[in-house]
């Protein structure tokens, strides 16, 4: 099934279960909660069925035998047993396979720009799957013994998507810019990146 189909049966259907109760698990259910129903996990772990994550159930599979529910894959280490097990025990034809890819792209300046860039700033904004991208620039900038700042001023408003990534990976620890003095960033040697 392709992924137009999927999205429709989606549509259509309105409740999904997300296969995998693990760290994908976690991250796939604050990716879609918005946007469909998550009636529950399955995961092929008995030893955690009937407990809870994200305040929903951990059923077992055979819930897919009596219901109809579009199924979200997130499982990066079982993926293809599991998509066996969906199409031969369930009858499953197609399924969302949620998967985080961080790429490494090297990064350069425009001719006119200084190369002695003092401070990077990281400038955060929308949801989780972006939060993820921008950590994950913030990490690579880090590791290259950069000076980063992160700037998490787009969450300051009530009307604004959260900022959900520590919800999500609480080890998260980010040096933060002042916002106040963002215009001095702004005027300075300093260079905002916004992804």
Not at 2 to 11: I, R
Not at 20 to 46: L, P, T
């Amino acid at each position: 099934m392709s992924d137009g189909c999927v999205y429709e049966v989606a549509h259509k259907e309105k409740k999904a279960v997300i296969f995998g109760a693990g760290e994908w698990g976690r991250v796939a259910y604050h990716y879609y909660k918005e946007s469909i129903e998550i009636v529950c996990y399955i995961d092929n772990d008995e030893r955690i069925w009937n407990t809870e994550l994200n305040g929903i159930p951990i059923c077992p599979p055979e819930i897919l035998k009596s219901e109809r529910y579009v199924v979200i894959v997130a499982n990066k280490r079982f993926e293809d047993e599991i998509k066996k097990q969906l199409l031969c025990d369930y009858g499953i034809r197609g399924a969302i396979i949620f998967r985080i890819t961080e790429k490494m792209q090297e990064l350069y300046l425009e001719e006119n720009e200084d190369p002695e860039v003092q401070e990077l700033i990281v400038a955060f904004s929308h949801g989780l799957g972006n939060q993820m991208f921008q950590y994950a620039l913030y990490k690579c900038l880090l590791m290259e013994d950069r000076n980063v700042r992160a700037d998490l001023s787009a969450y300051i408003k009530p009307d604004m998507m959260p900022f959900e990534l520590p919800q999500v990976f609480p080890n998260v620890k980010l040096g933060l810019c002042n916002p106040a003095k963002k215009e001095q960033y702004l005027k300075g040697a300093s260079y905002i990146i916004q992804t």
